[in-house]
Nanobody
């Protein structure tokens, strides 16, 4: 069993930055994938970025490459999503999720494989 808690959302103007945090607990001794997904009103949930804990690979969706950075602090069991050069289309509820059975090299983000989810954190970017 795992628990994930997001924090750090908020409102910012276009071009600004925000950092989301995902504190995860449970299955601490196991390496896993922690991913960030987002869902805007009326749209499907989509993958944003993911990493394999313990210094493994990272993955970014094309629409955030060069602007978002995913990182981890293993000592704190926390994964971060640094979001720079934010655009109004980045506005969404952001969720972190865990896939305990993923492979070390992440080539895609399949939502159905992420078994554990946080409650979400709202990000609003105004133009």
């Amino acid at each position: 069993q795992m628990e994930l808690v997001e924090s750090g959302g908020g409102s910012v103007q276009a071009g600004g930055s925000l950092r989301l945090s995902c504190a995860h607990s449970g299955r601490d001794s196991e390496r896993k994938c922690i991913g960030w997904f987002r869902q805007a009103p009326g749209k499907e949930r989509e993958g944003v970025a993911a990493l394999y804990t313990g210094g493994g690979s990272t993955y970014y969706a094309d629409y955030v490459k060069g602007r978002f950075t995913i990182s981890e602090d293993n000592a704190k069991n926390t994964v971060y999503l640094q979001m720079n050069i934010l655009k109004p289309e980045d506005s969404a509820m952001y969720y972190c999720a865990a896939d305990p059975f993923c492979t070390p090299v992440i080539t895609t983000m399949t939502m159905g494989l992420y078994n554990y989810w946080g409650q979400g954190s709202q990000v609003t970017v105004s133009s």
